[in-house]
């Protein structure tokens, strides 16, 4: 079975200023998703990244990228220019490669934005 | 469209009794998951369905029921509410096609109590 782990459970980084959130996971699969979701007080689950096994280079959505190492199965989020916005619980999450499953979660880090 | 949508958002039952969470999405996906938050956790998997009439247990499936006869509705039911049932419950749901799975769209929680 696939582990996912998360070893902060919370950070604080000041108003624009640049955090990296921590996940590693253990697999013994070739073929998987791994993901970050943002989950404000309001509890909705929200899709911030996504990054294929297969694709070496690191995926980026504006303020958000990540560090990508299939070899240390490390999967980091770093958020750039941090806002009061994303003050949120950030869960990194596992899907096997064309896998019904659902998706495997860590435990979460609570990140708190200084103003 | 209104993506996936779950209804009730809140609900306190007494222990022994039993209720229906509905869970209805819009997006014509084939894949719809269960899943459940517990305080300082990440998401557990309670069932997953691959398209009507096919549902599969996921890691935490003892005290649920669901069924699939619809590709829209994927209802959970609690038979006998036990205290432990206590959580917010996600329901999901992806499109698998071509060898590759797209990313979960969430609902936005039912907030259950077992008093």
């Known amino acids: 079975a696939q582990t996912v782990t998360q070893s902060q459970p919370e950070m604080s980084v000041q108003e624009a200023e640049t955090v990296t959130l921590s996940c590693t996971y253990d697999?013994?699969?070739?073929?998987?998703?791994l993901f970050w979701y943002k989950q404000p007080p309001s509890r909705q689950m929200i899709l911030v990244i996504r990054?294929?096994?297969?694709?070496?280079q690191n995926a980026t959505e504006n303020r958000f990228s990540v560090n990508f190492q299939k070899a240390a199965k490390s999967f980091s989020l770093k958020i750039s220019d941090s806002q009061l916005g994303d003050a949120a619980m950030y869960f990194c999450?596992?899907?096997?490669?064309?896998?019904?499953?659902?998706?495997?979660f860590g435990k979460g880090t609570h990140l708190i934005i200084q103003p | 469209n209104a993506g996936v949508t779950q209804t009730p958002k809140f609900r306190i039952l007494k222990i022994g009794q039993s209720m229906t969470l509905q869970c209805t999405q819009d997006?014509?996906?084939?894949?719809m998951y269960w899943y459940r938050q517990d305080p300082g956790m990440g998401l557990k998997l309670i069932y997953y369905s691959v398209g009507a009439g096919i549902t599969d247990k996921g890691e935490v499936p003892n005290g649920y029921n669901v069924s699939r006869s619809t590709t829209e509705d994927f209802p959970l039911r609690l038979e006998l509410a036990a205290p432990s049932q206590t959580s917010v419950y996600f329901c999901?749901?992806?499109?698998f096609g071509q060898g590759k799975t797209q990313p979960q769209h969430f609902g936005d929680g039912t907030r259950l109590s077992i008093l």
């Open positions: 999450a596992y899907h096997s490669g064309g896998g019904a499953d659902g998706l495997t």
């Open positions: 997006m014509n996906h084939n894949y």
């Open positions: 999901a749901s992806s499109y």
């Open positions: 990054q294929e096994a297969y694709k070496q």
């Open positions: 697999t013994s699969e070739s073929d998987y998703y």
